[in-house]
């Protein structure tokens, strides 16, 4: 403690304290608001992105069906090809 406080009387030290404690409380407060509101604005952009990549995942998924289909149809082609042409059989 400093001098200061020695010369105060007991009312006014228990109100300086109260006054000092209630500044700290209210400033956590405030930086607990804060936080709550970081943390809402991180899970918003957390469903977003999430929400982006599902719809990304299905694009791929439709891309890869488009390419396995695209491979069936050549190898088919490639098939007929090596066959030669059909021949008439009157």
């Known amino acids: 403690m400093n001098?200061?406080?020695?010369?105060q009387d007991p009312a006014n030290r228990v109100l300086e304290l109260?006054?000092?404690?209630a500044r700290a409380e209210l400033e956590l407060l405030r930086r607990e608001?804060?936080?709550?509101?970081?943390?809402?604005?991180?899970l918003d952009v957390?469903?977003?992105?999430k929400?982006?990549?599902r719809?990304?995942?299905?694009?791929?998924?439709r891309s890869r069906e488009a390419v396995a289909a695209a491979q069936a149809r050549?190898?088919?082609a490639?098939?007929?090809?090596?066959a030669g042409p059909a021949g008439s059989q009157d």
């Open 3 to 7: 001098a200061e406080n020695h010369d």
């Open 18 to 21: 109260l006054t000092t404690g």
């Open 33 to 42: 608001r804060k936080a709550e509101r970081r943390l809402a604005d991180a």
């Open 46 to 49: 957390l469903a977003s992105d």
């Open 51 to 53: 929400a982006r990549l």
């Open 55 to 61: 719809k990304t995942q299905q694009r791929m998924e």
């Open 74 to 76: 050549l190898r088919e």
């Open 78 to 82: 490639q098939a007929s090809r090596a």
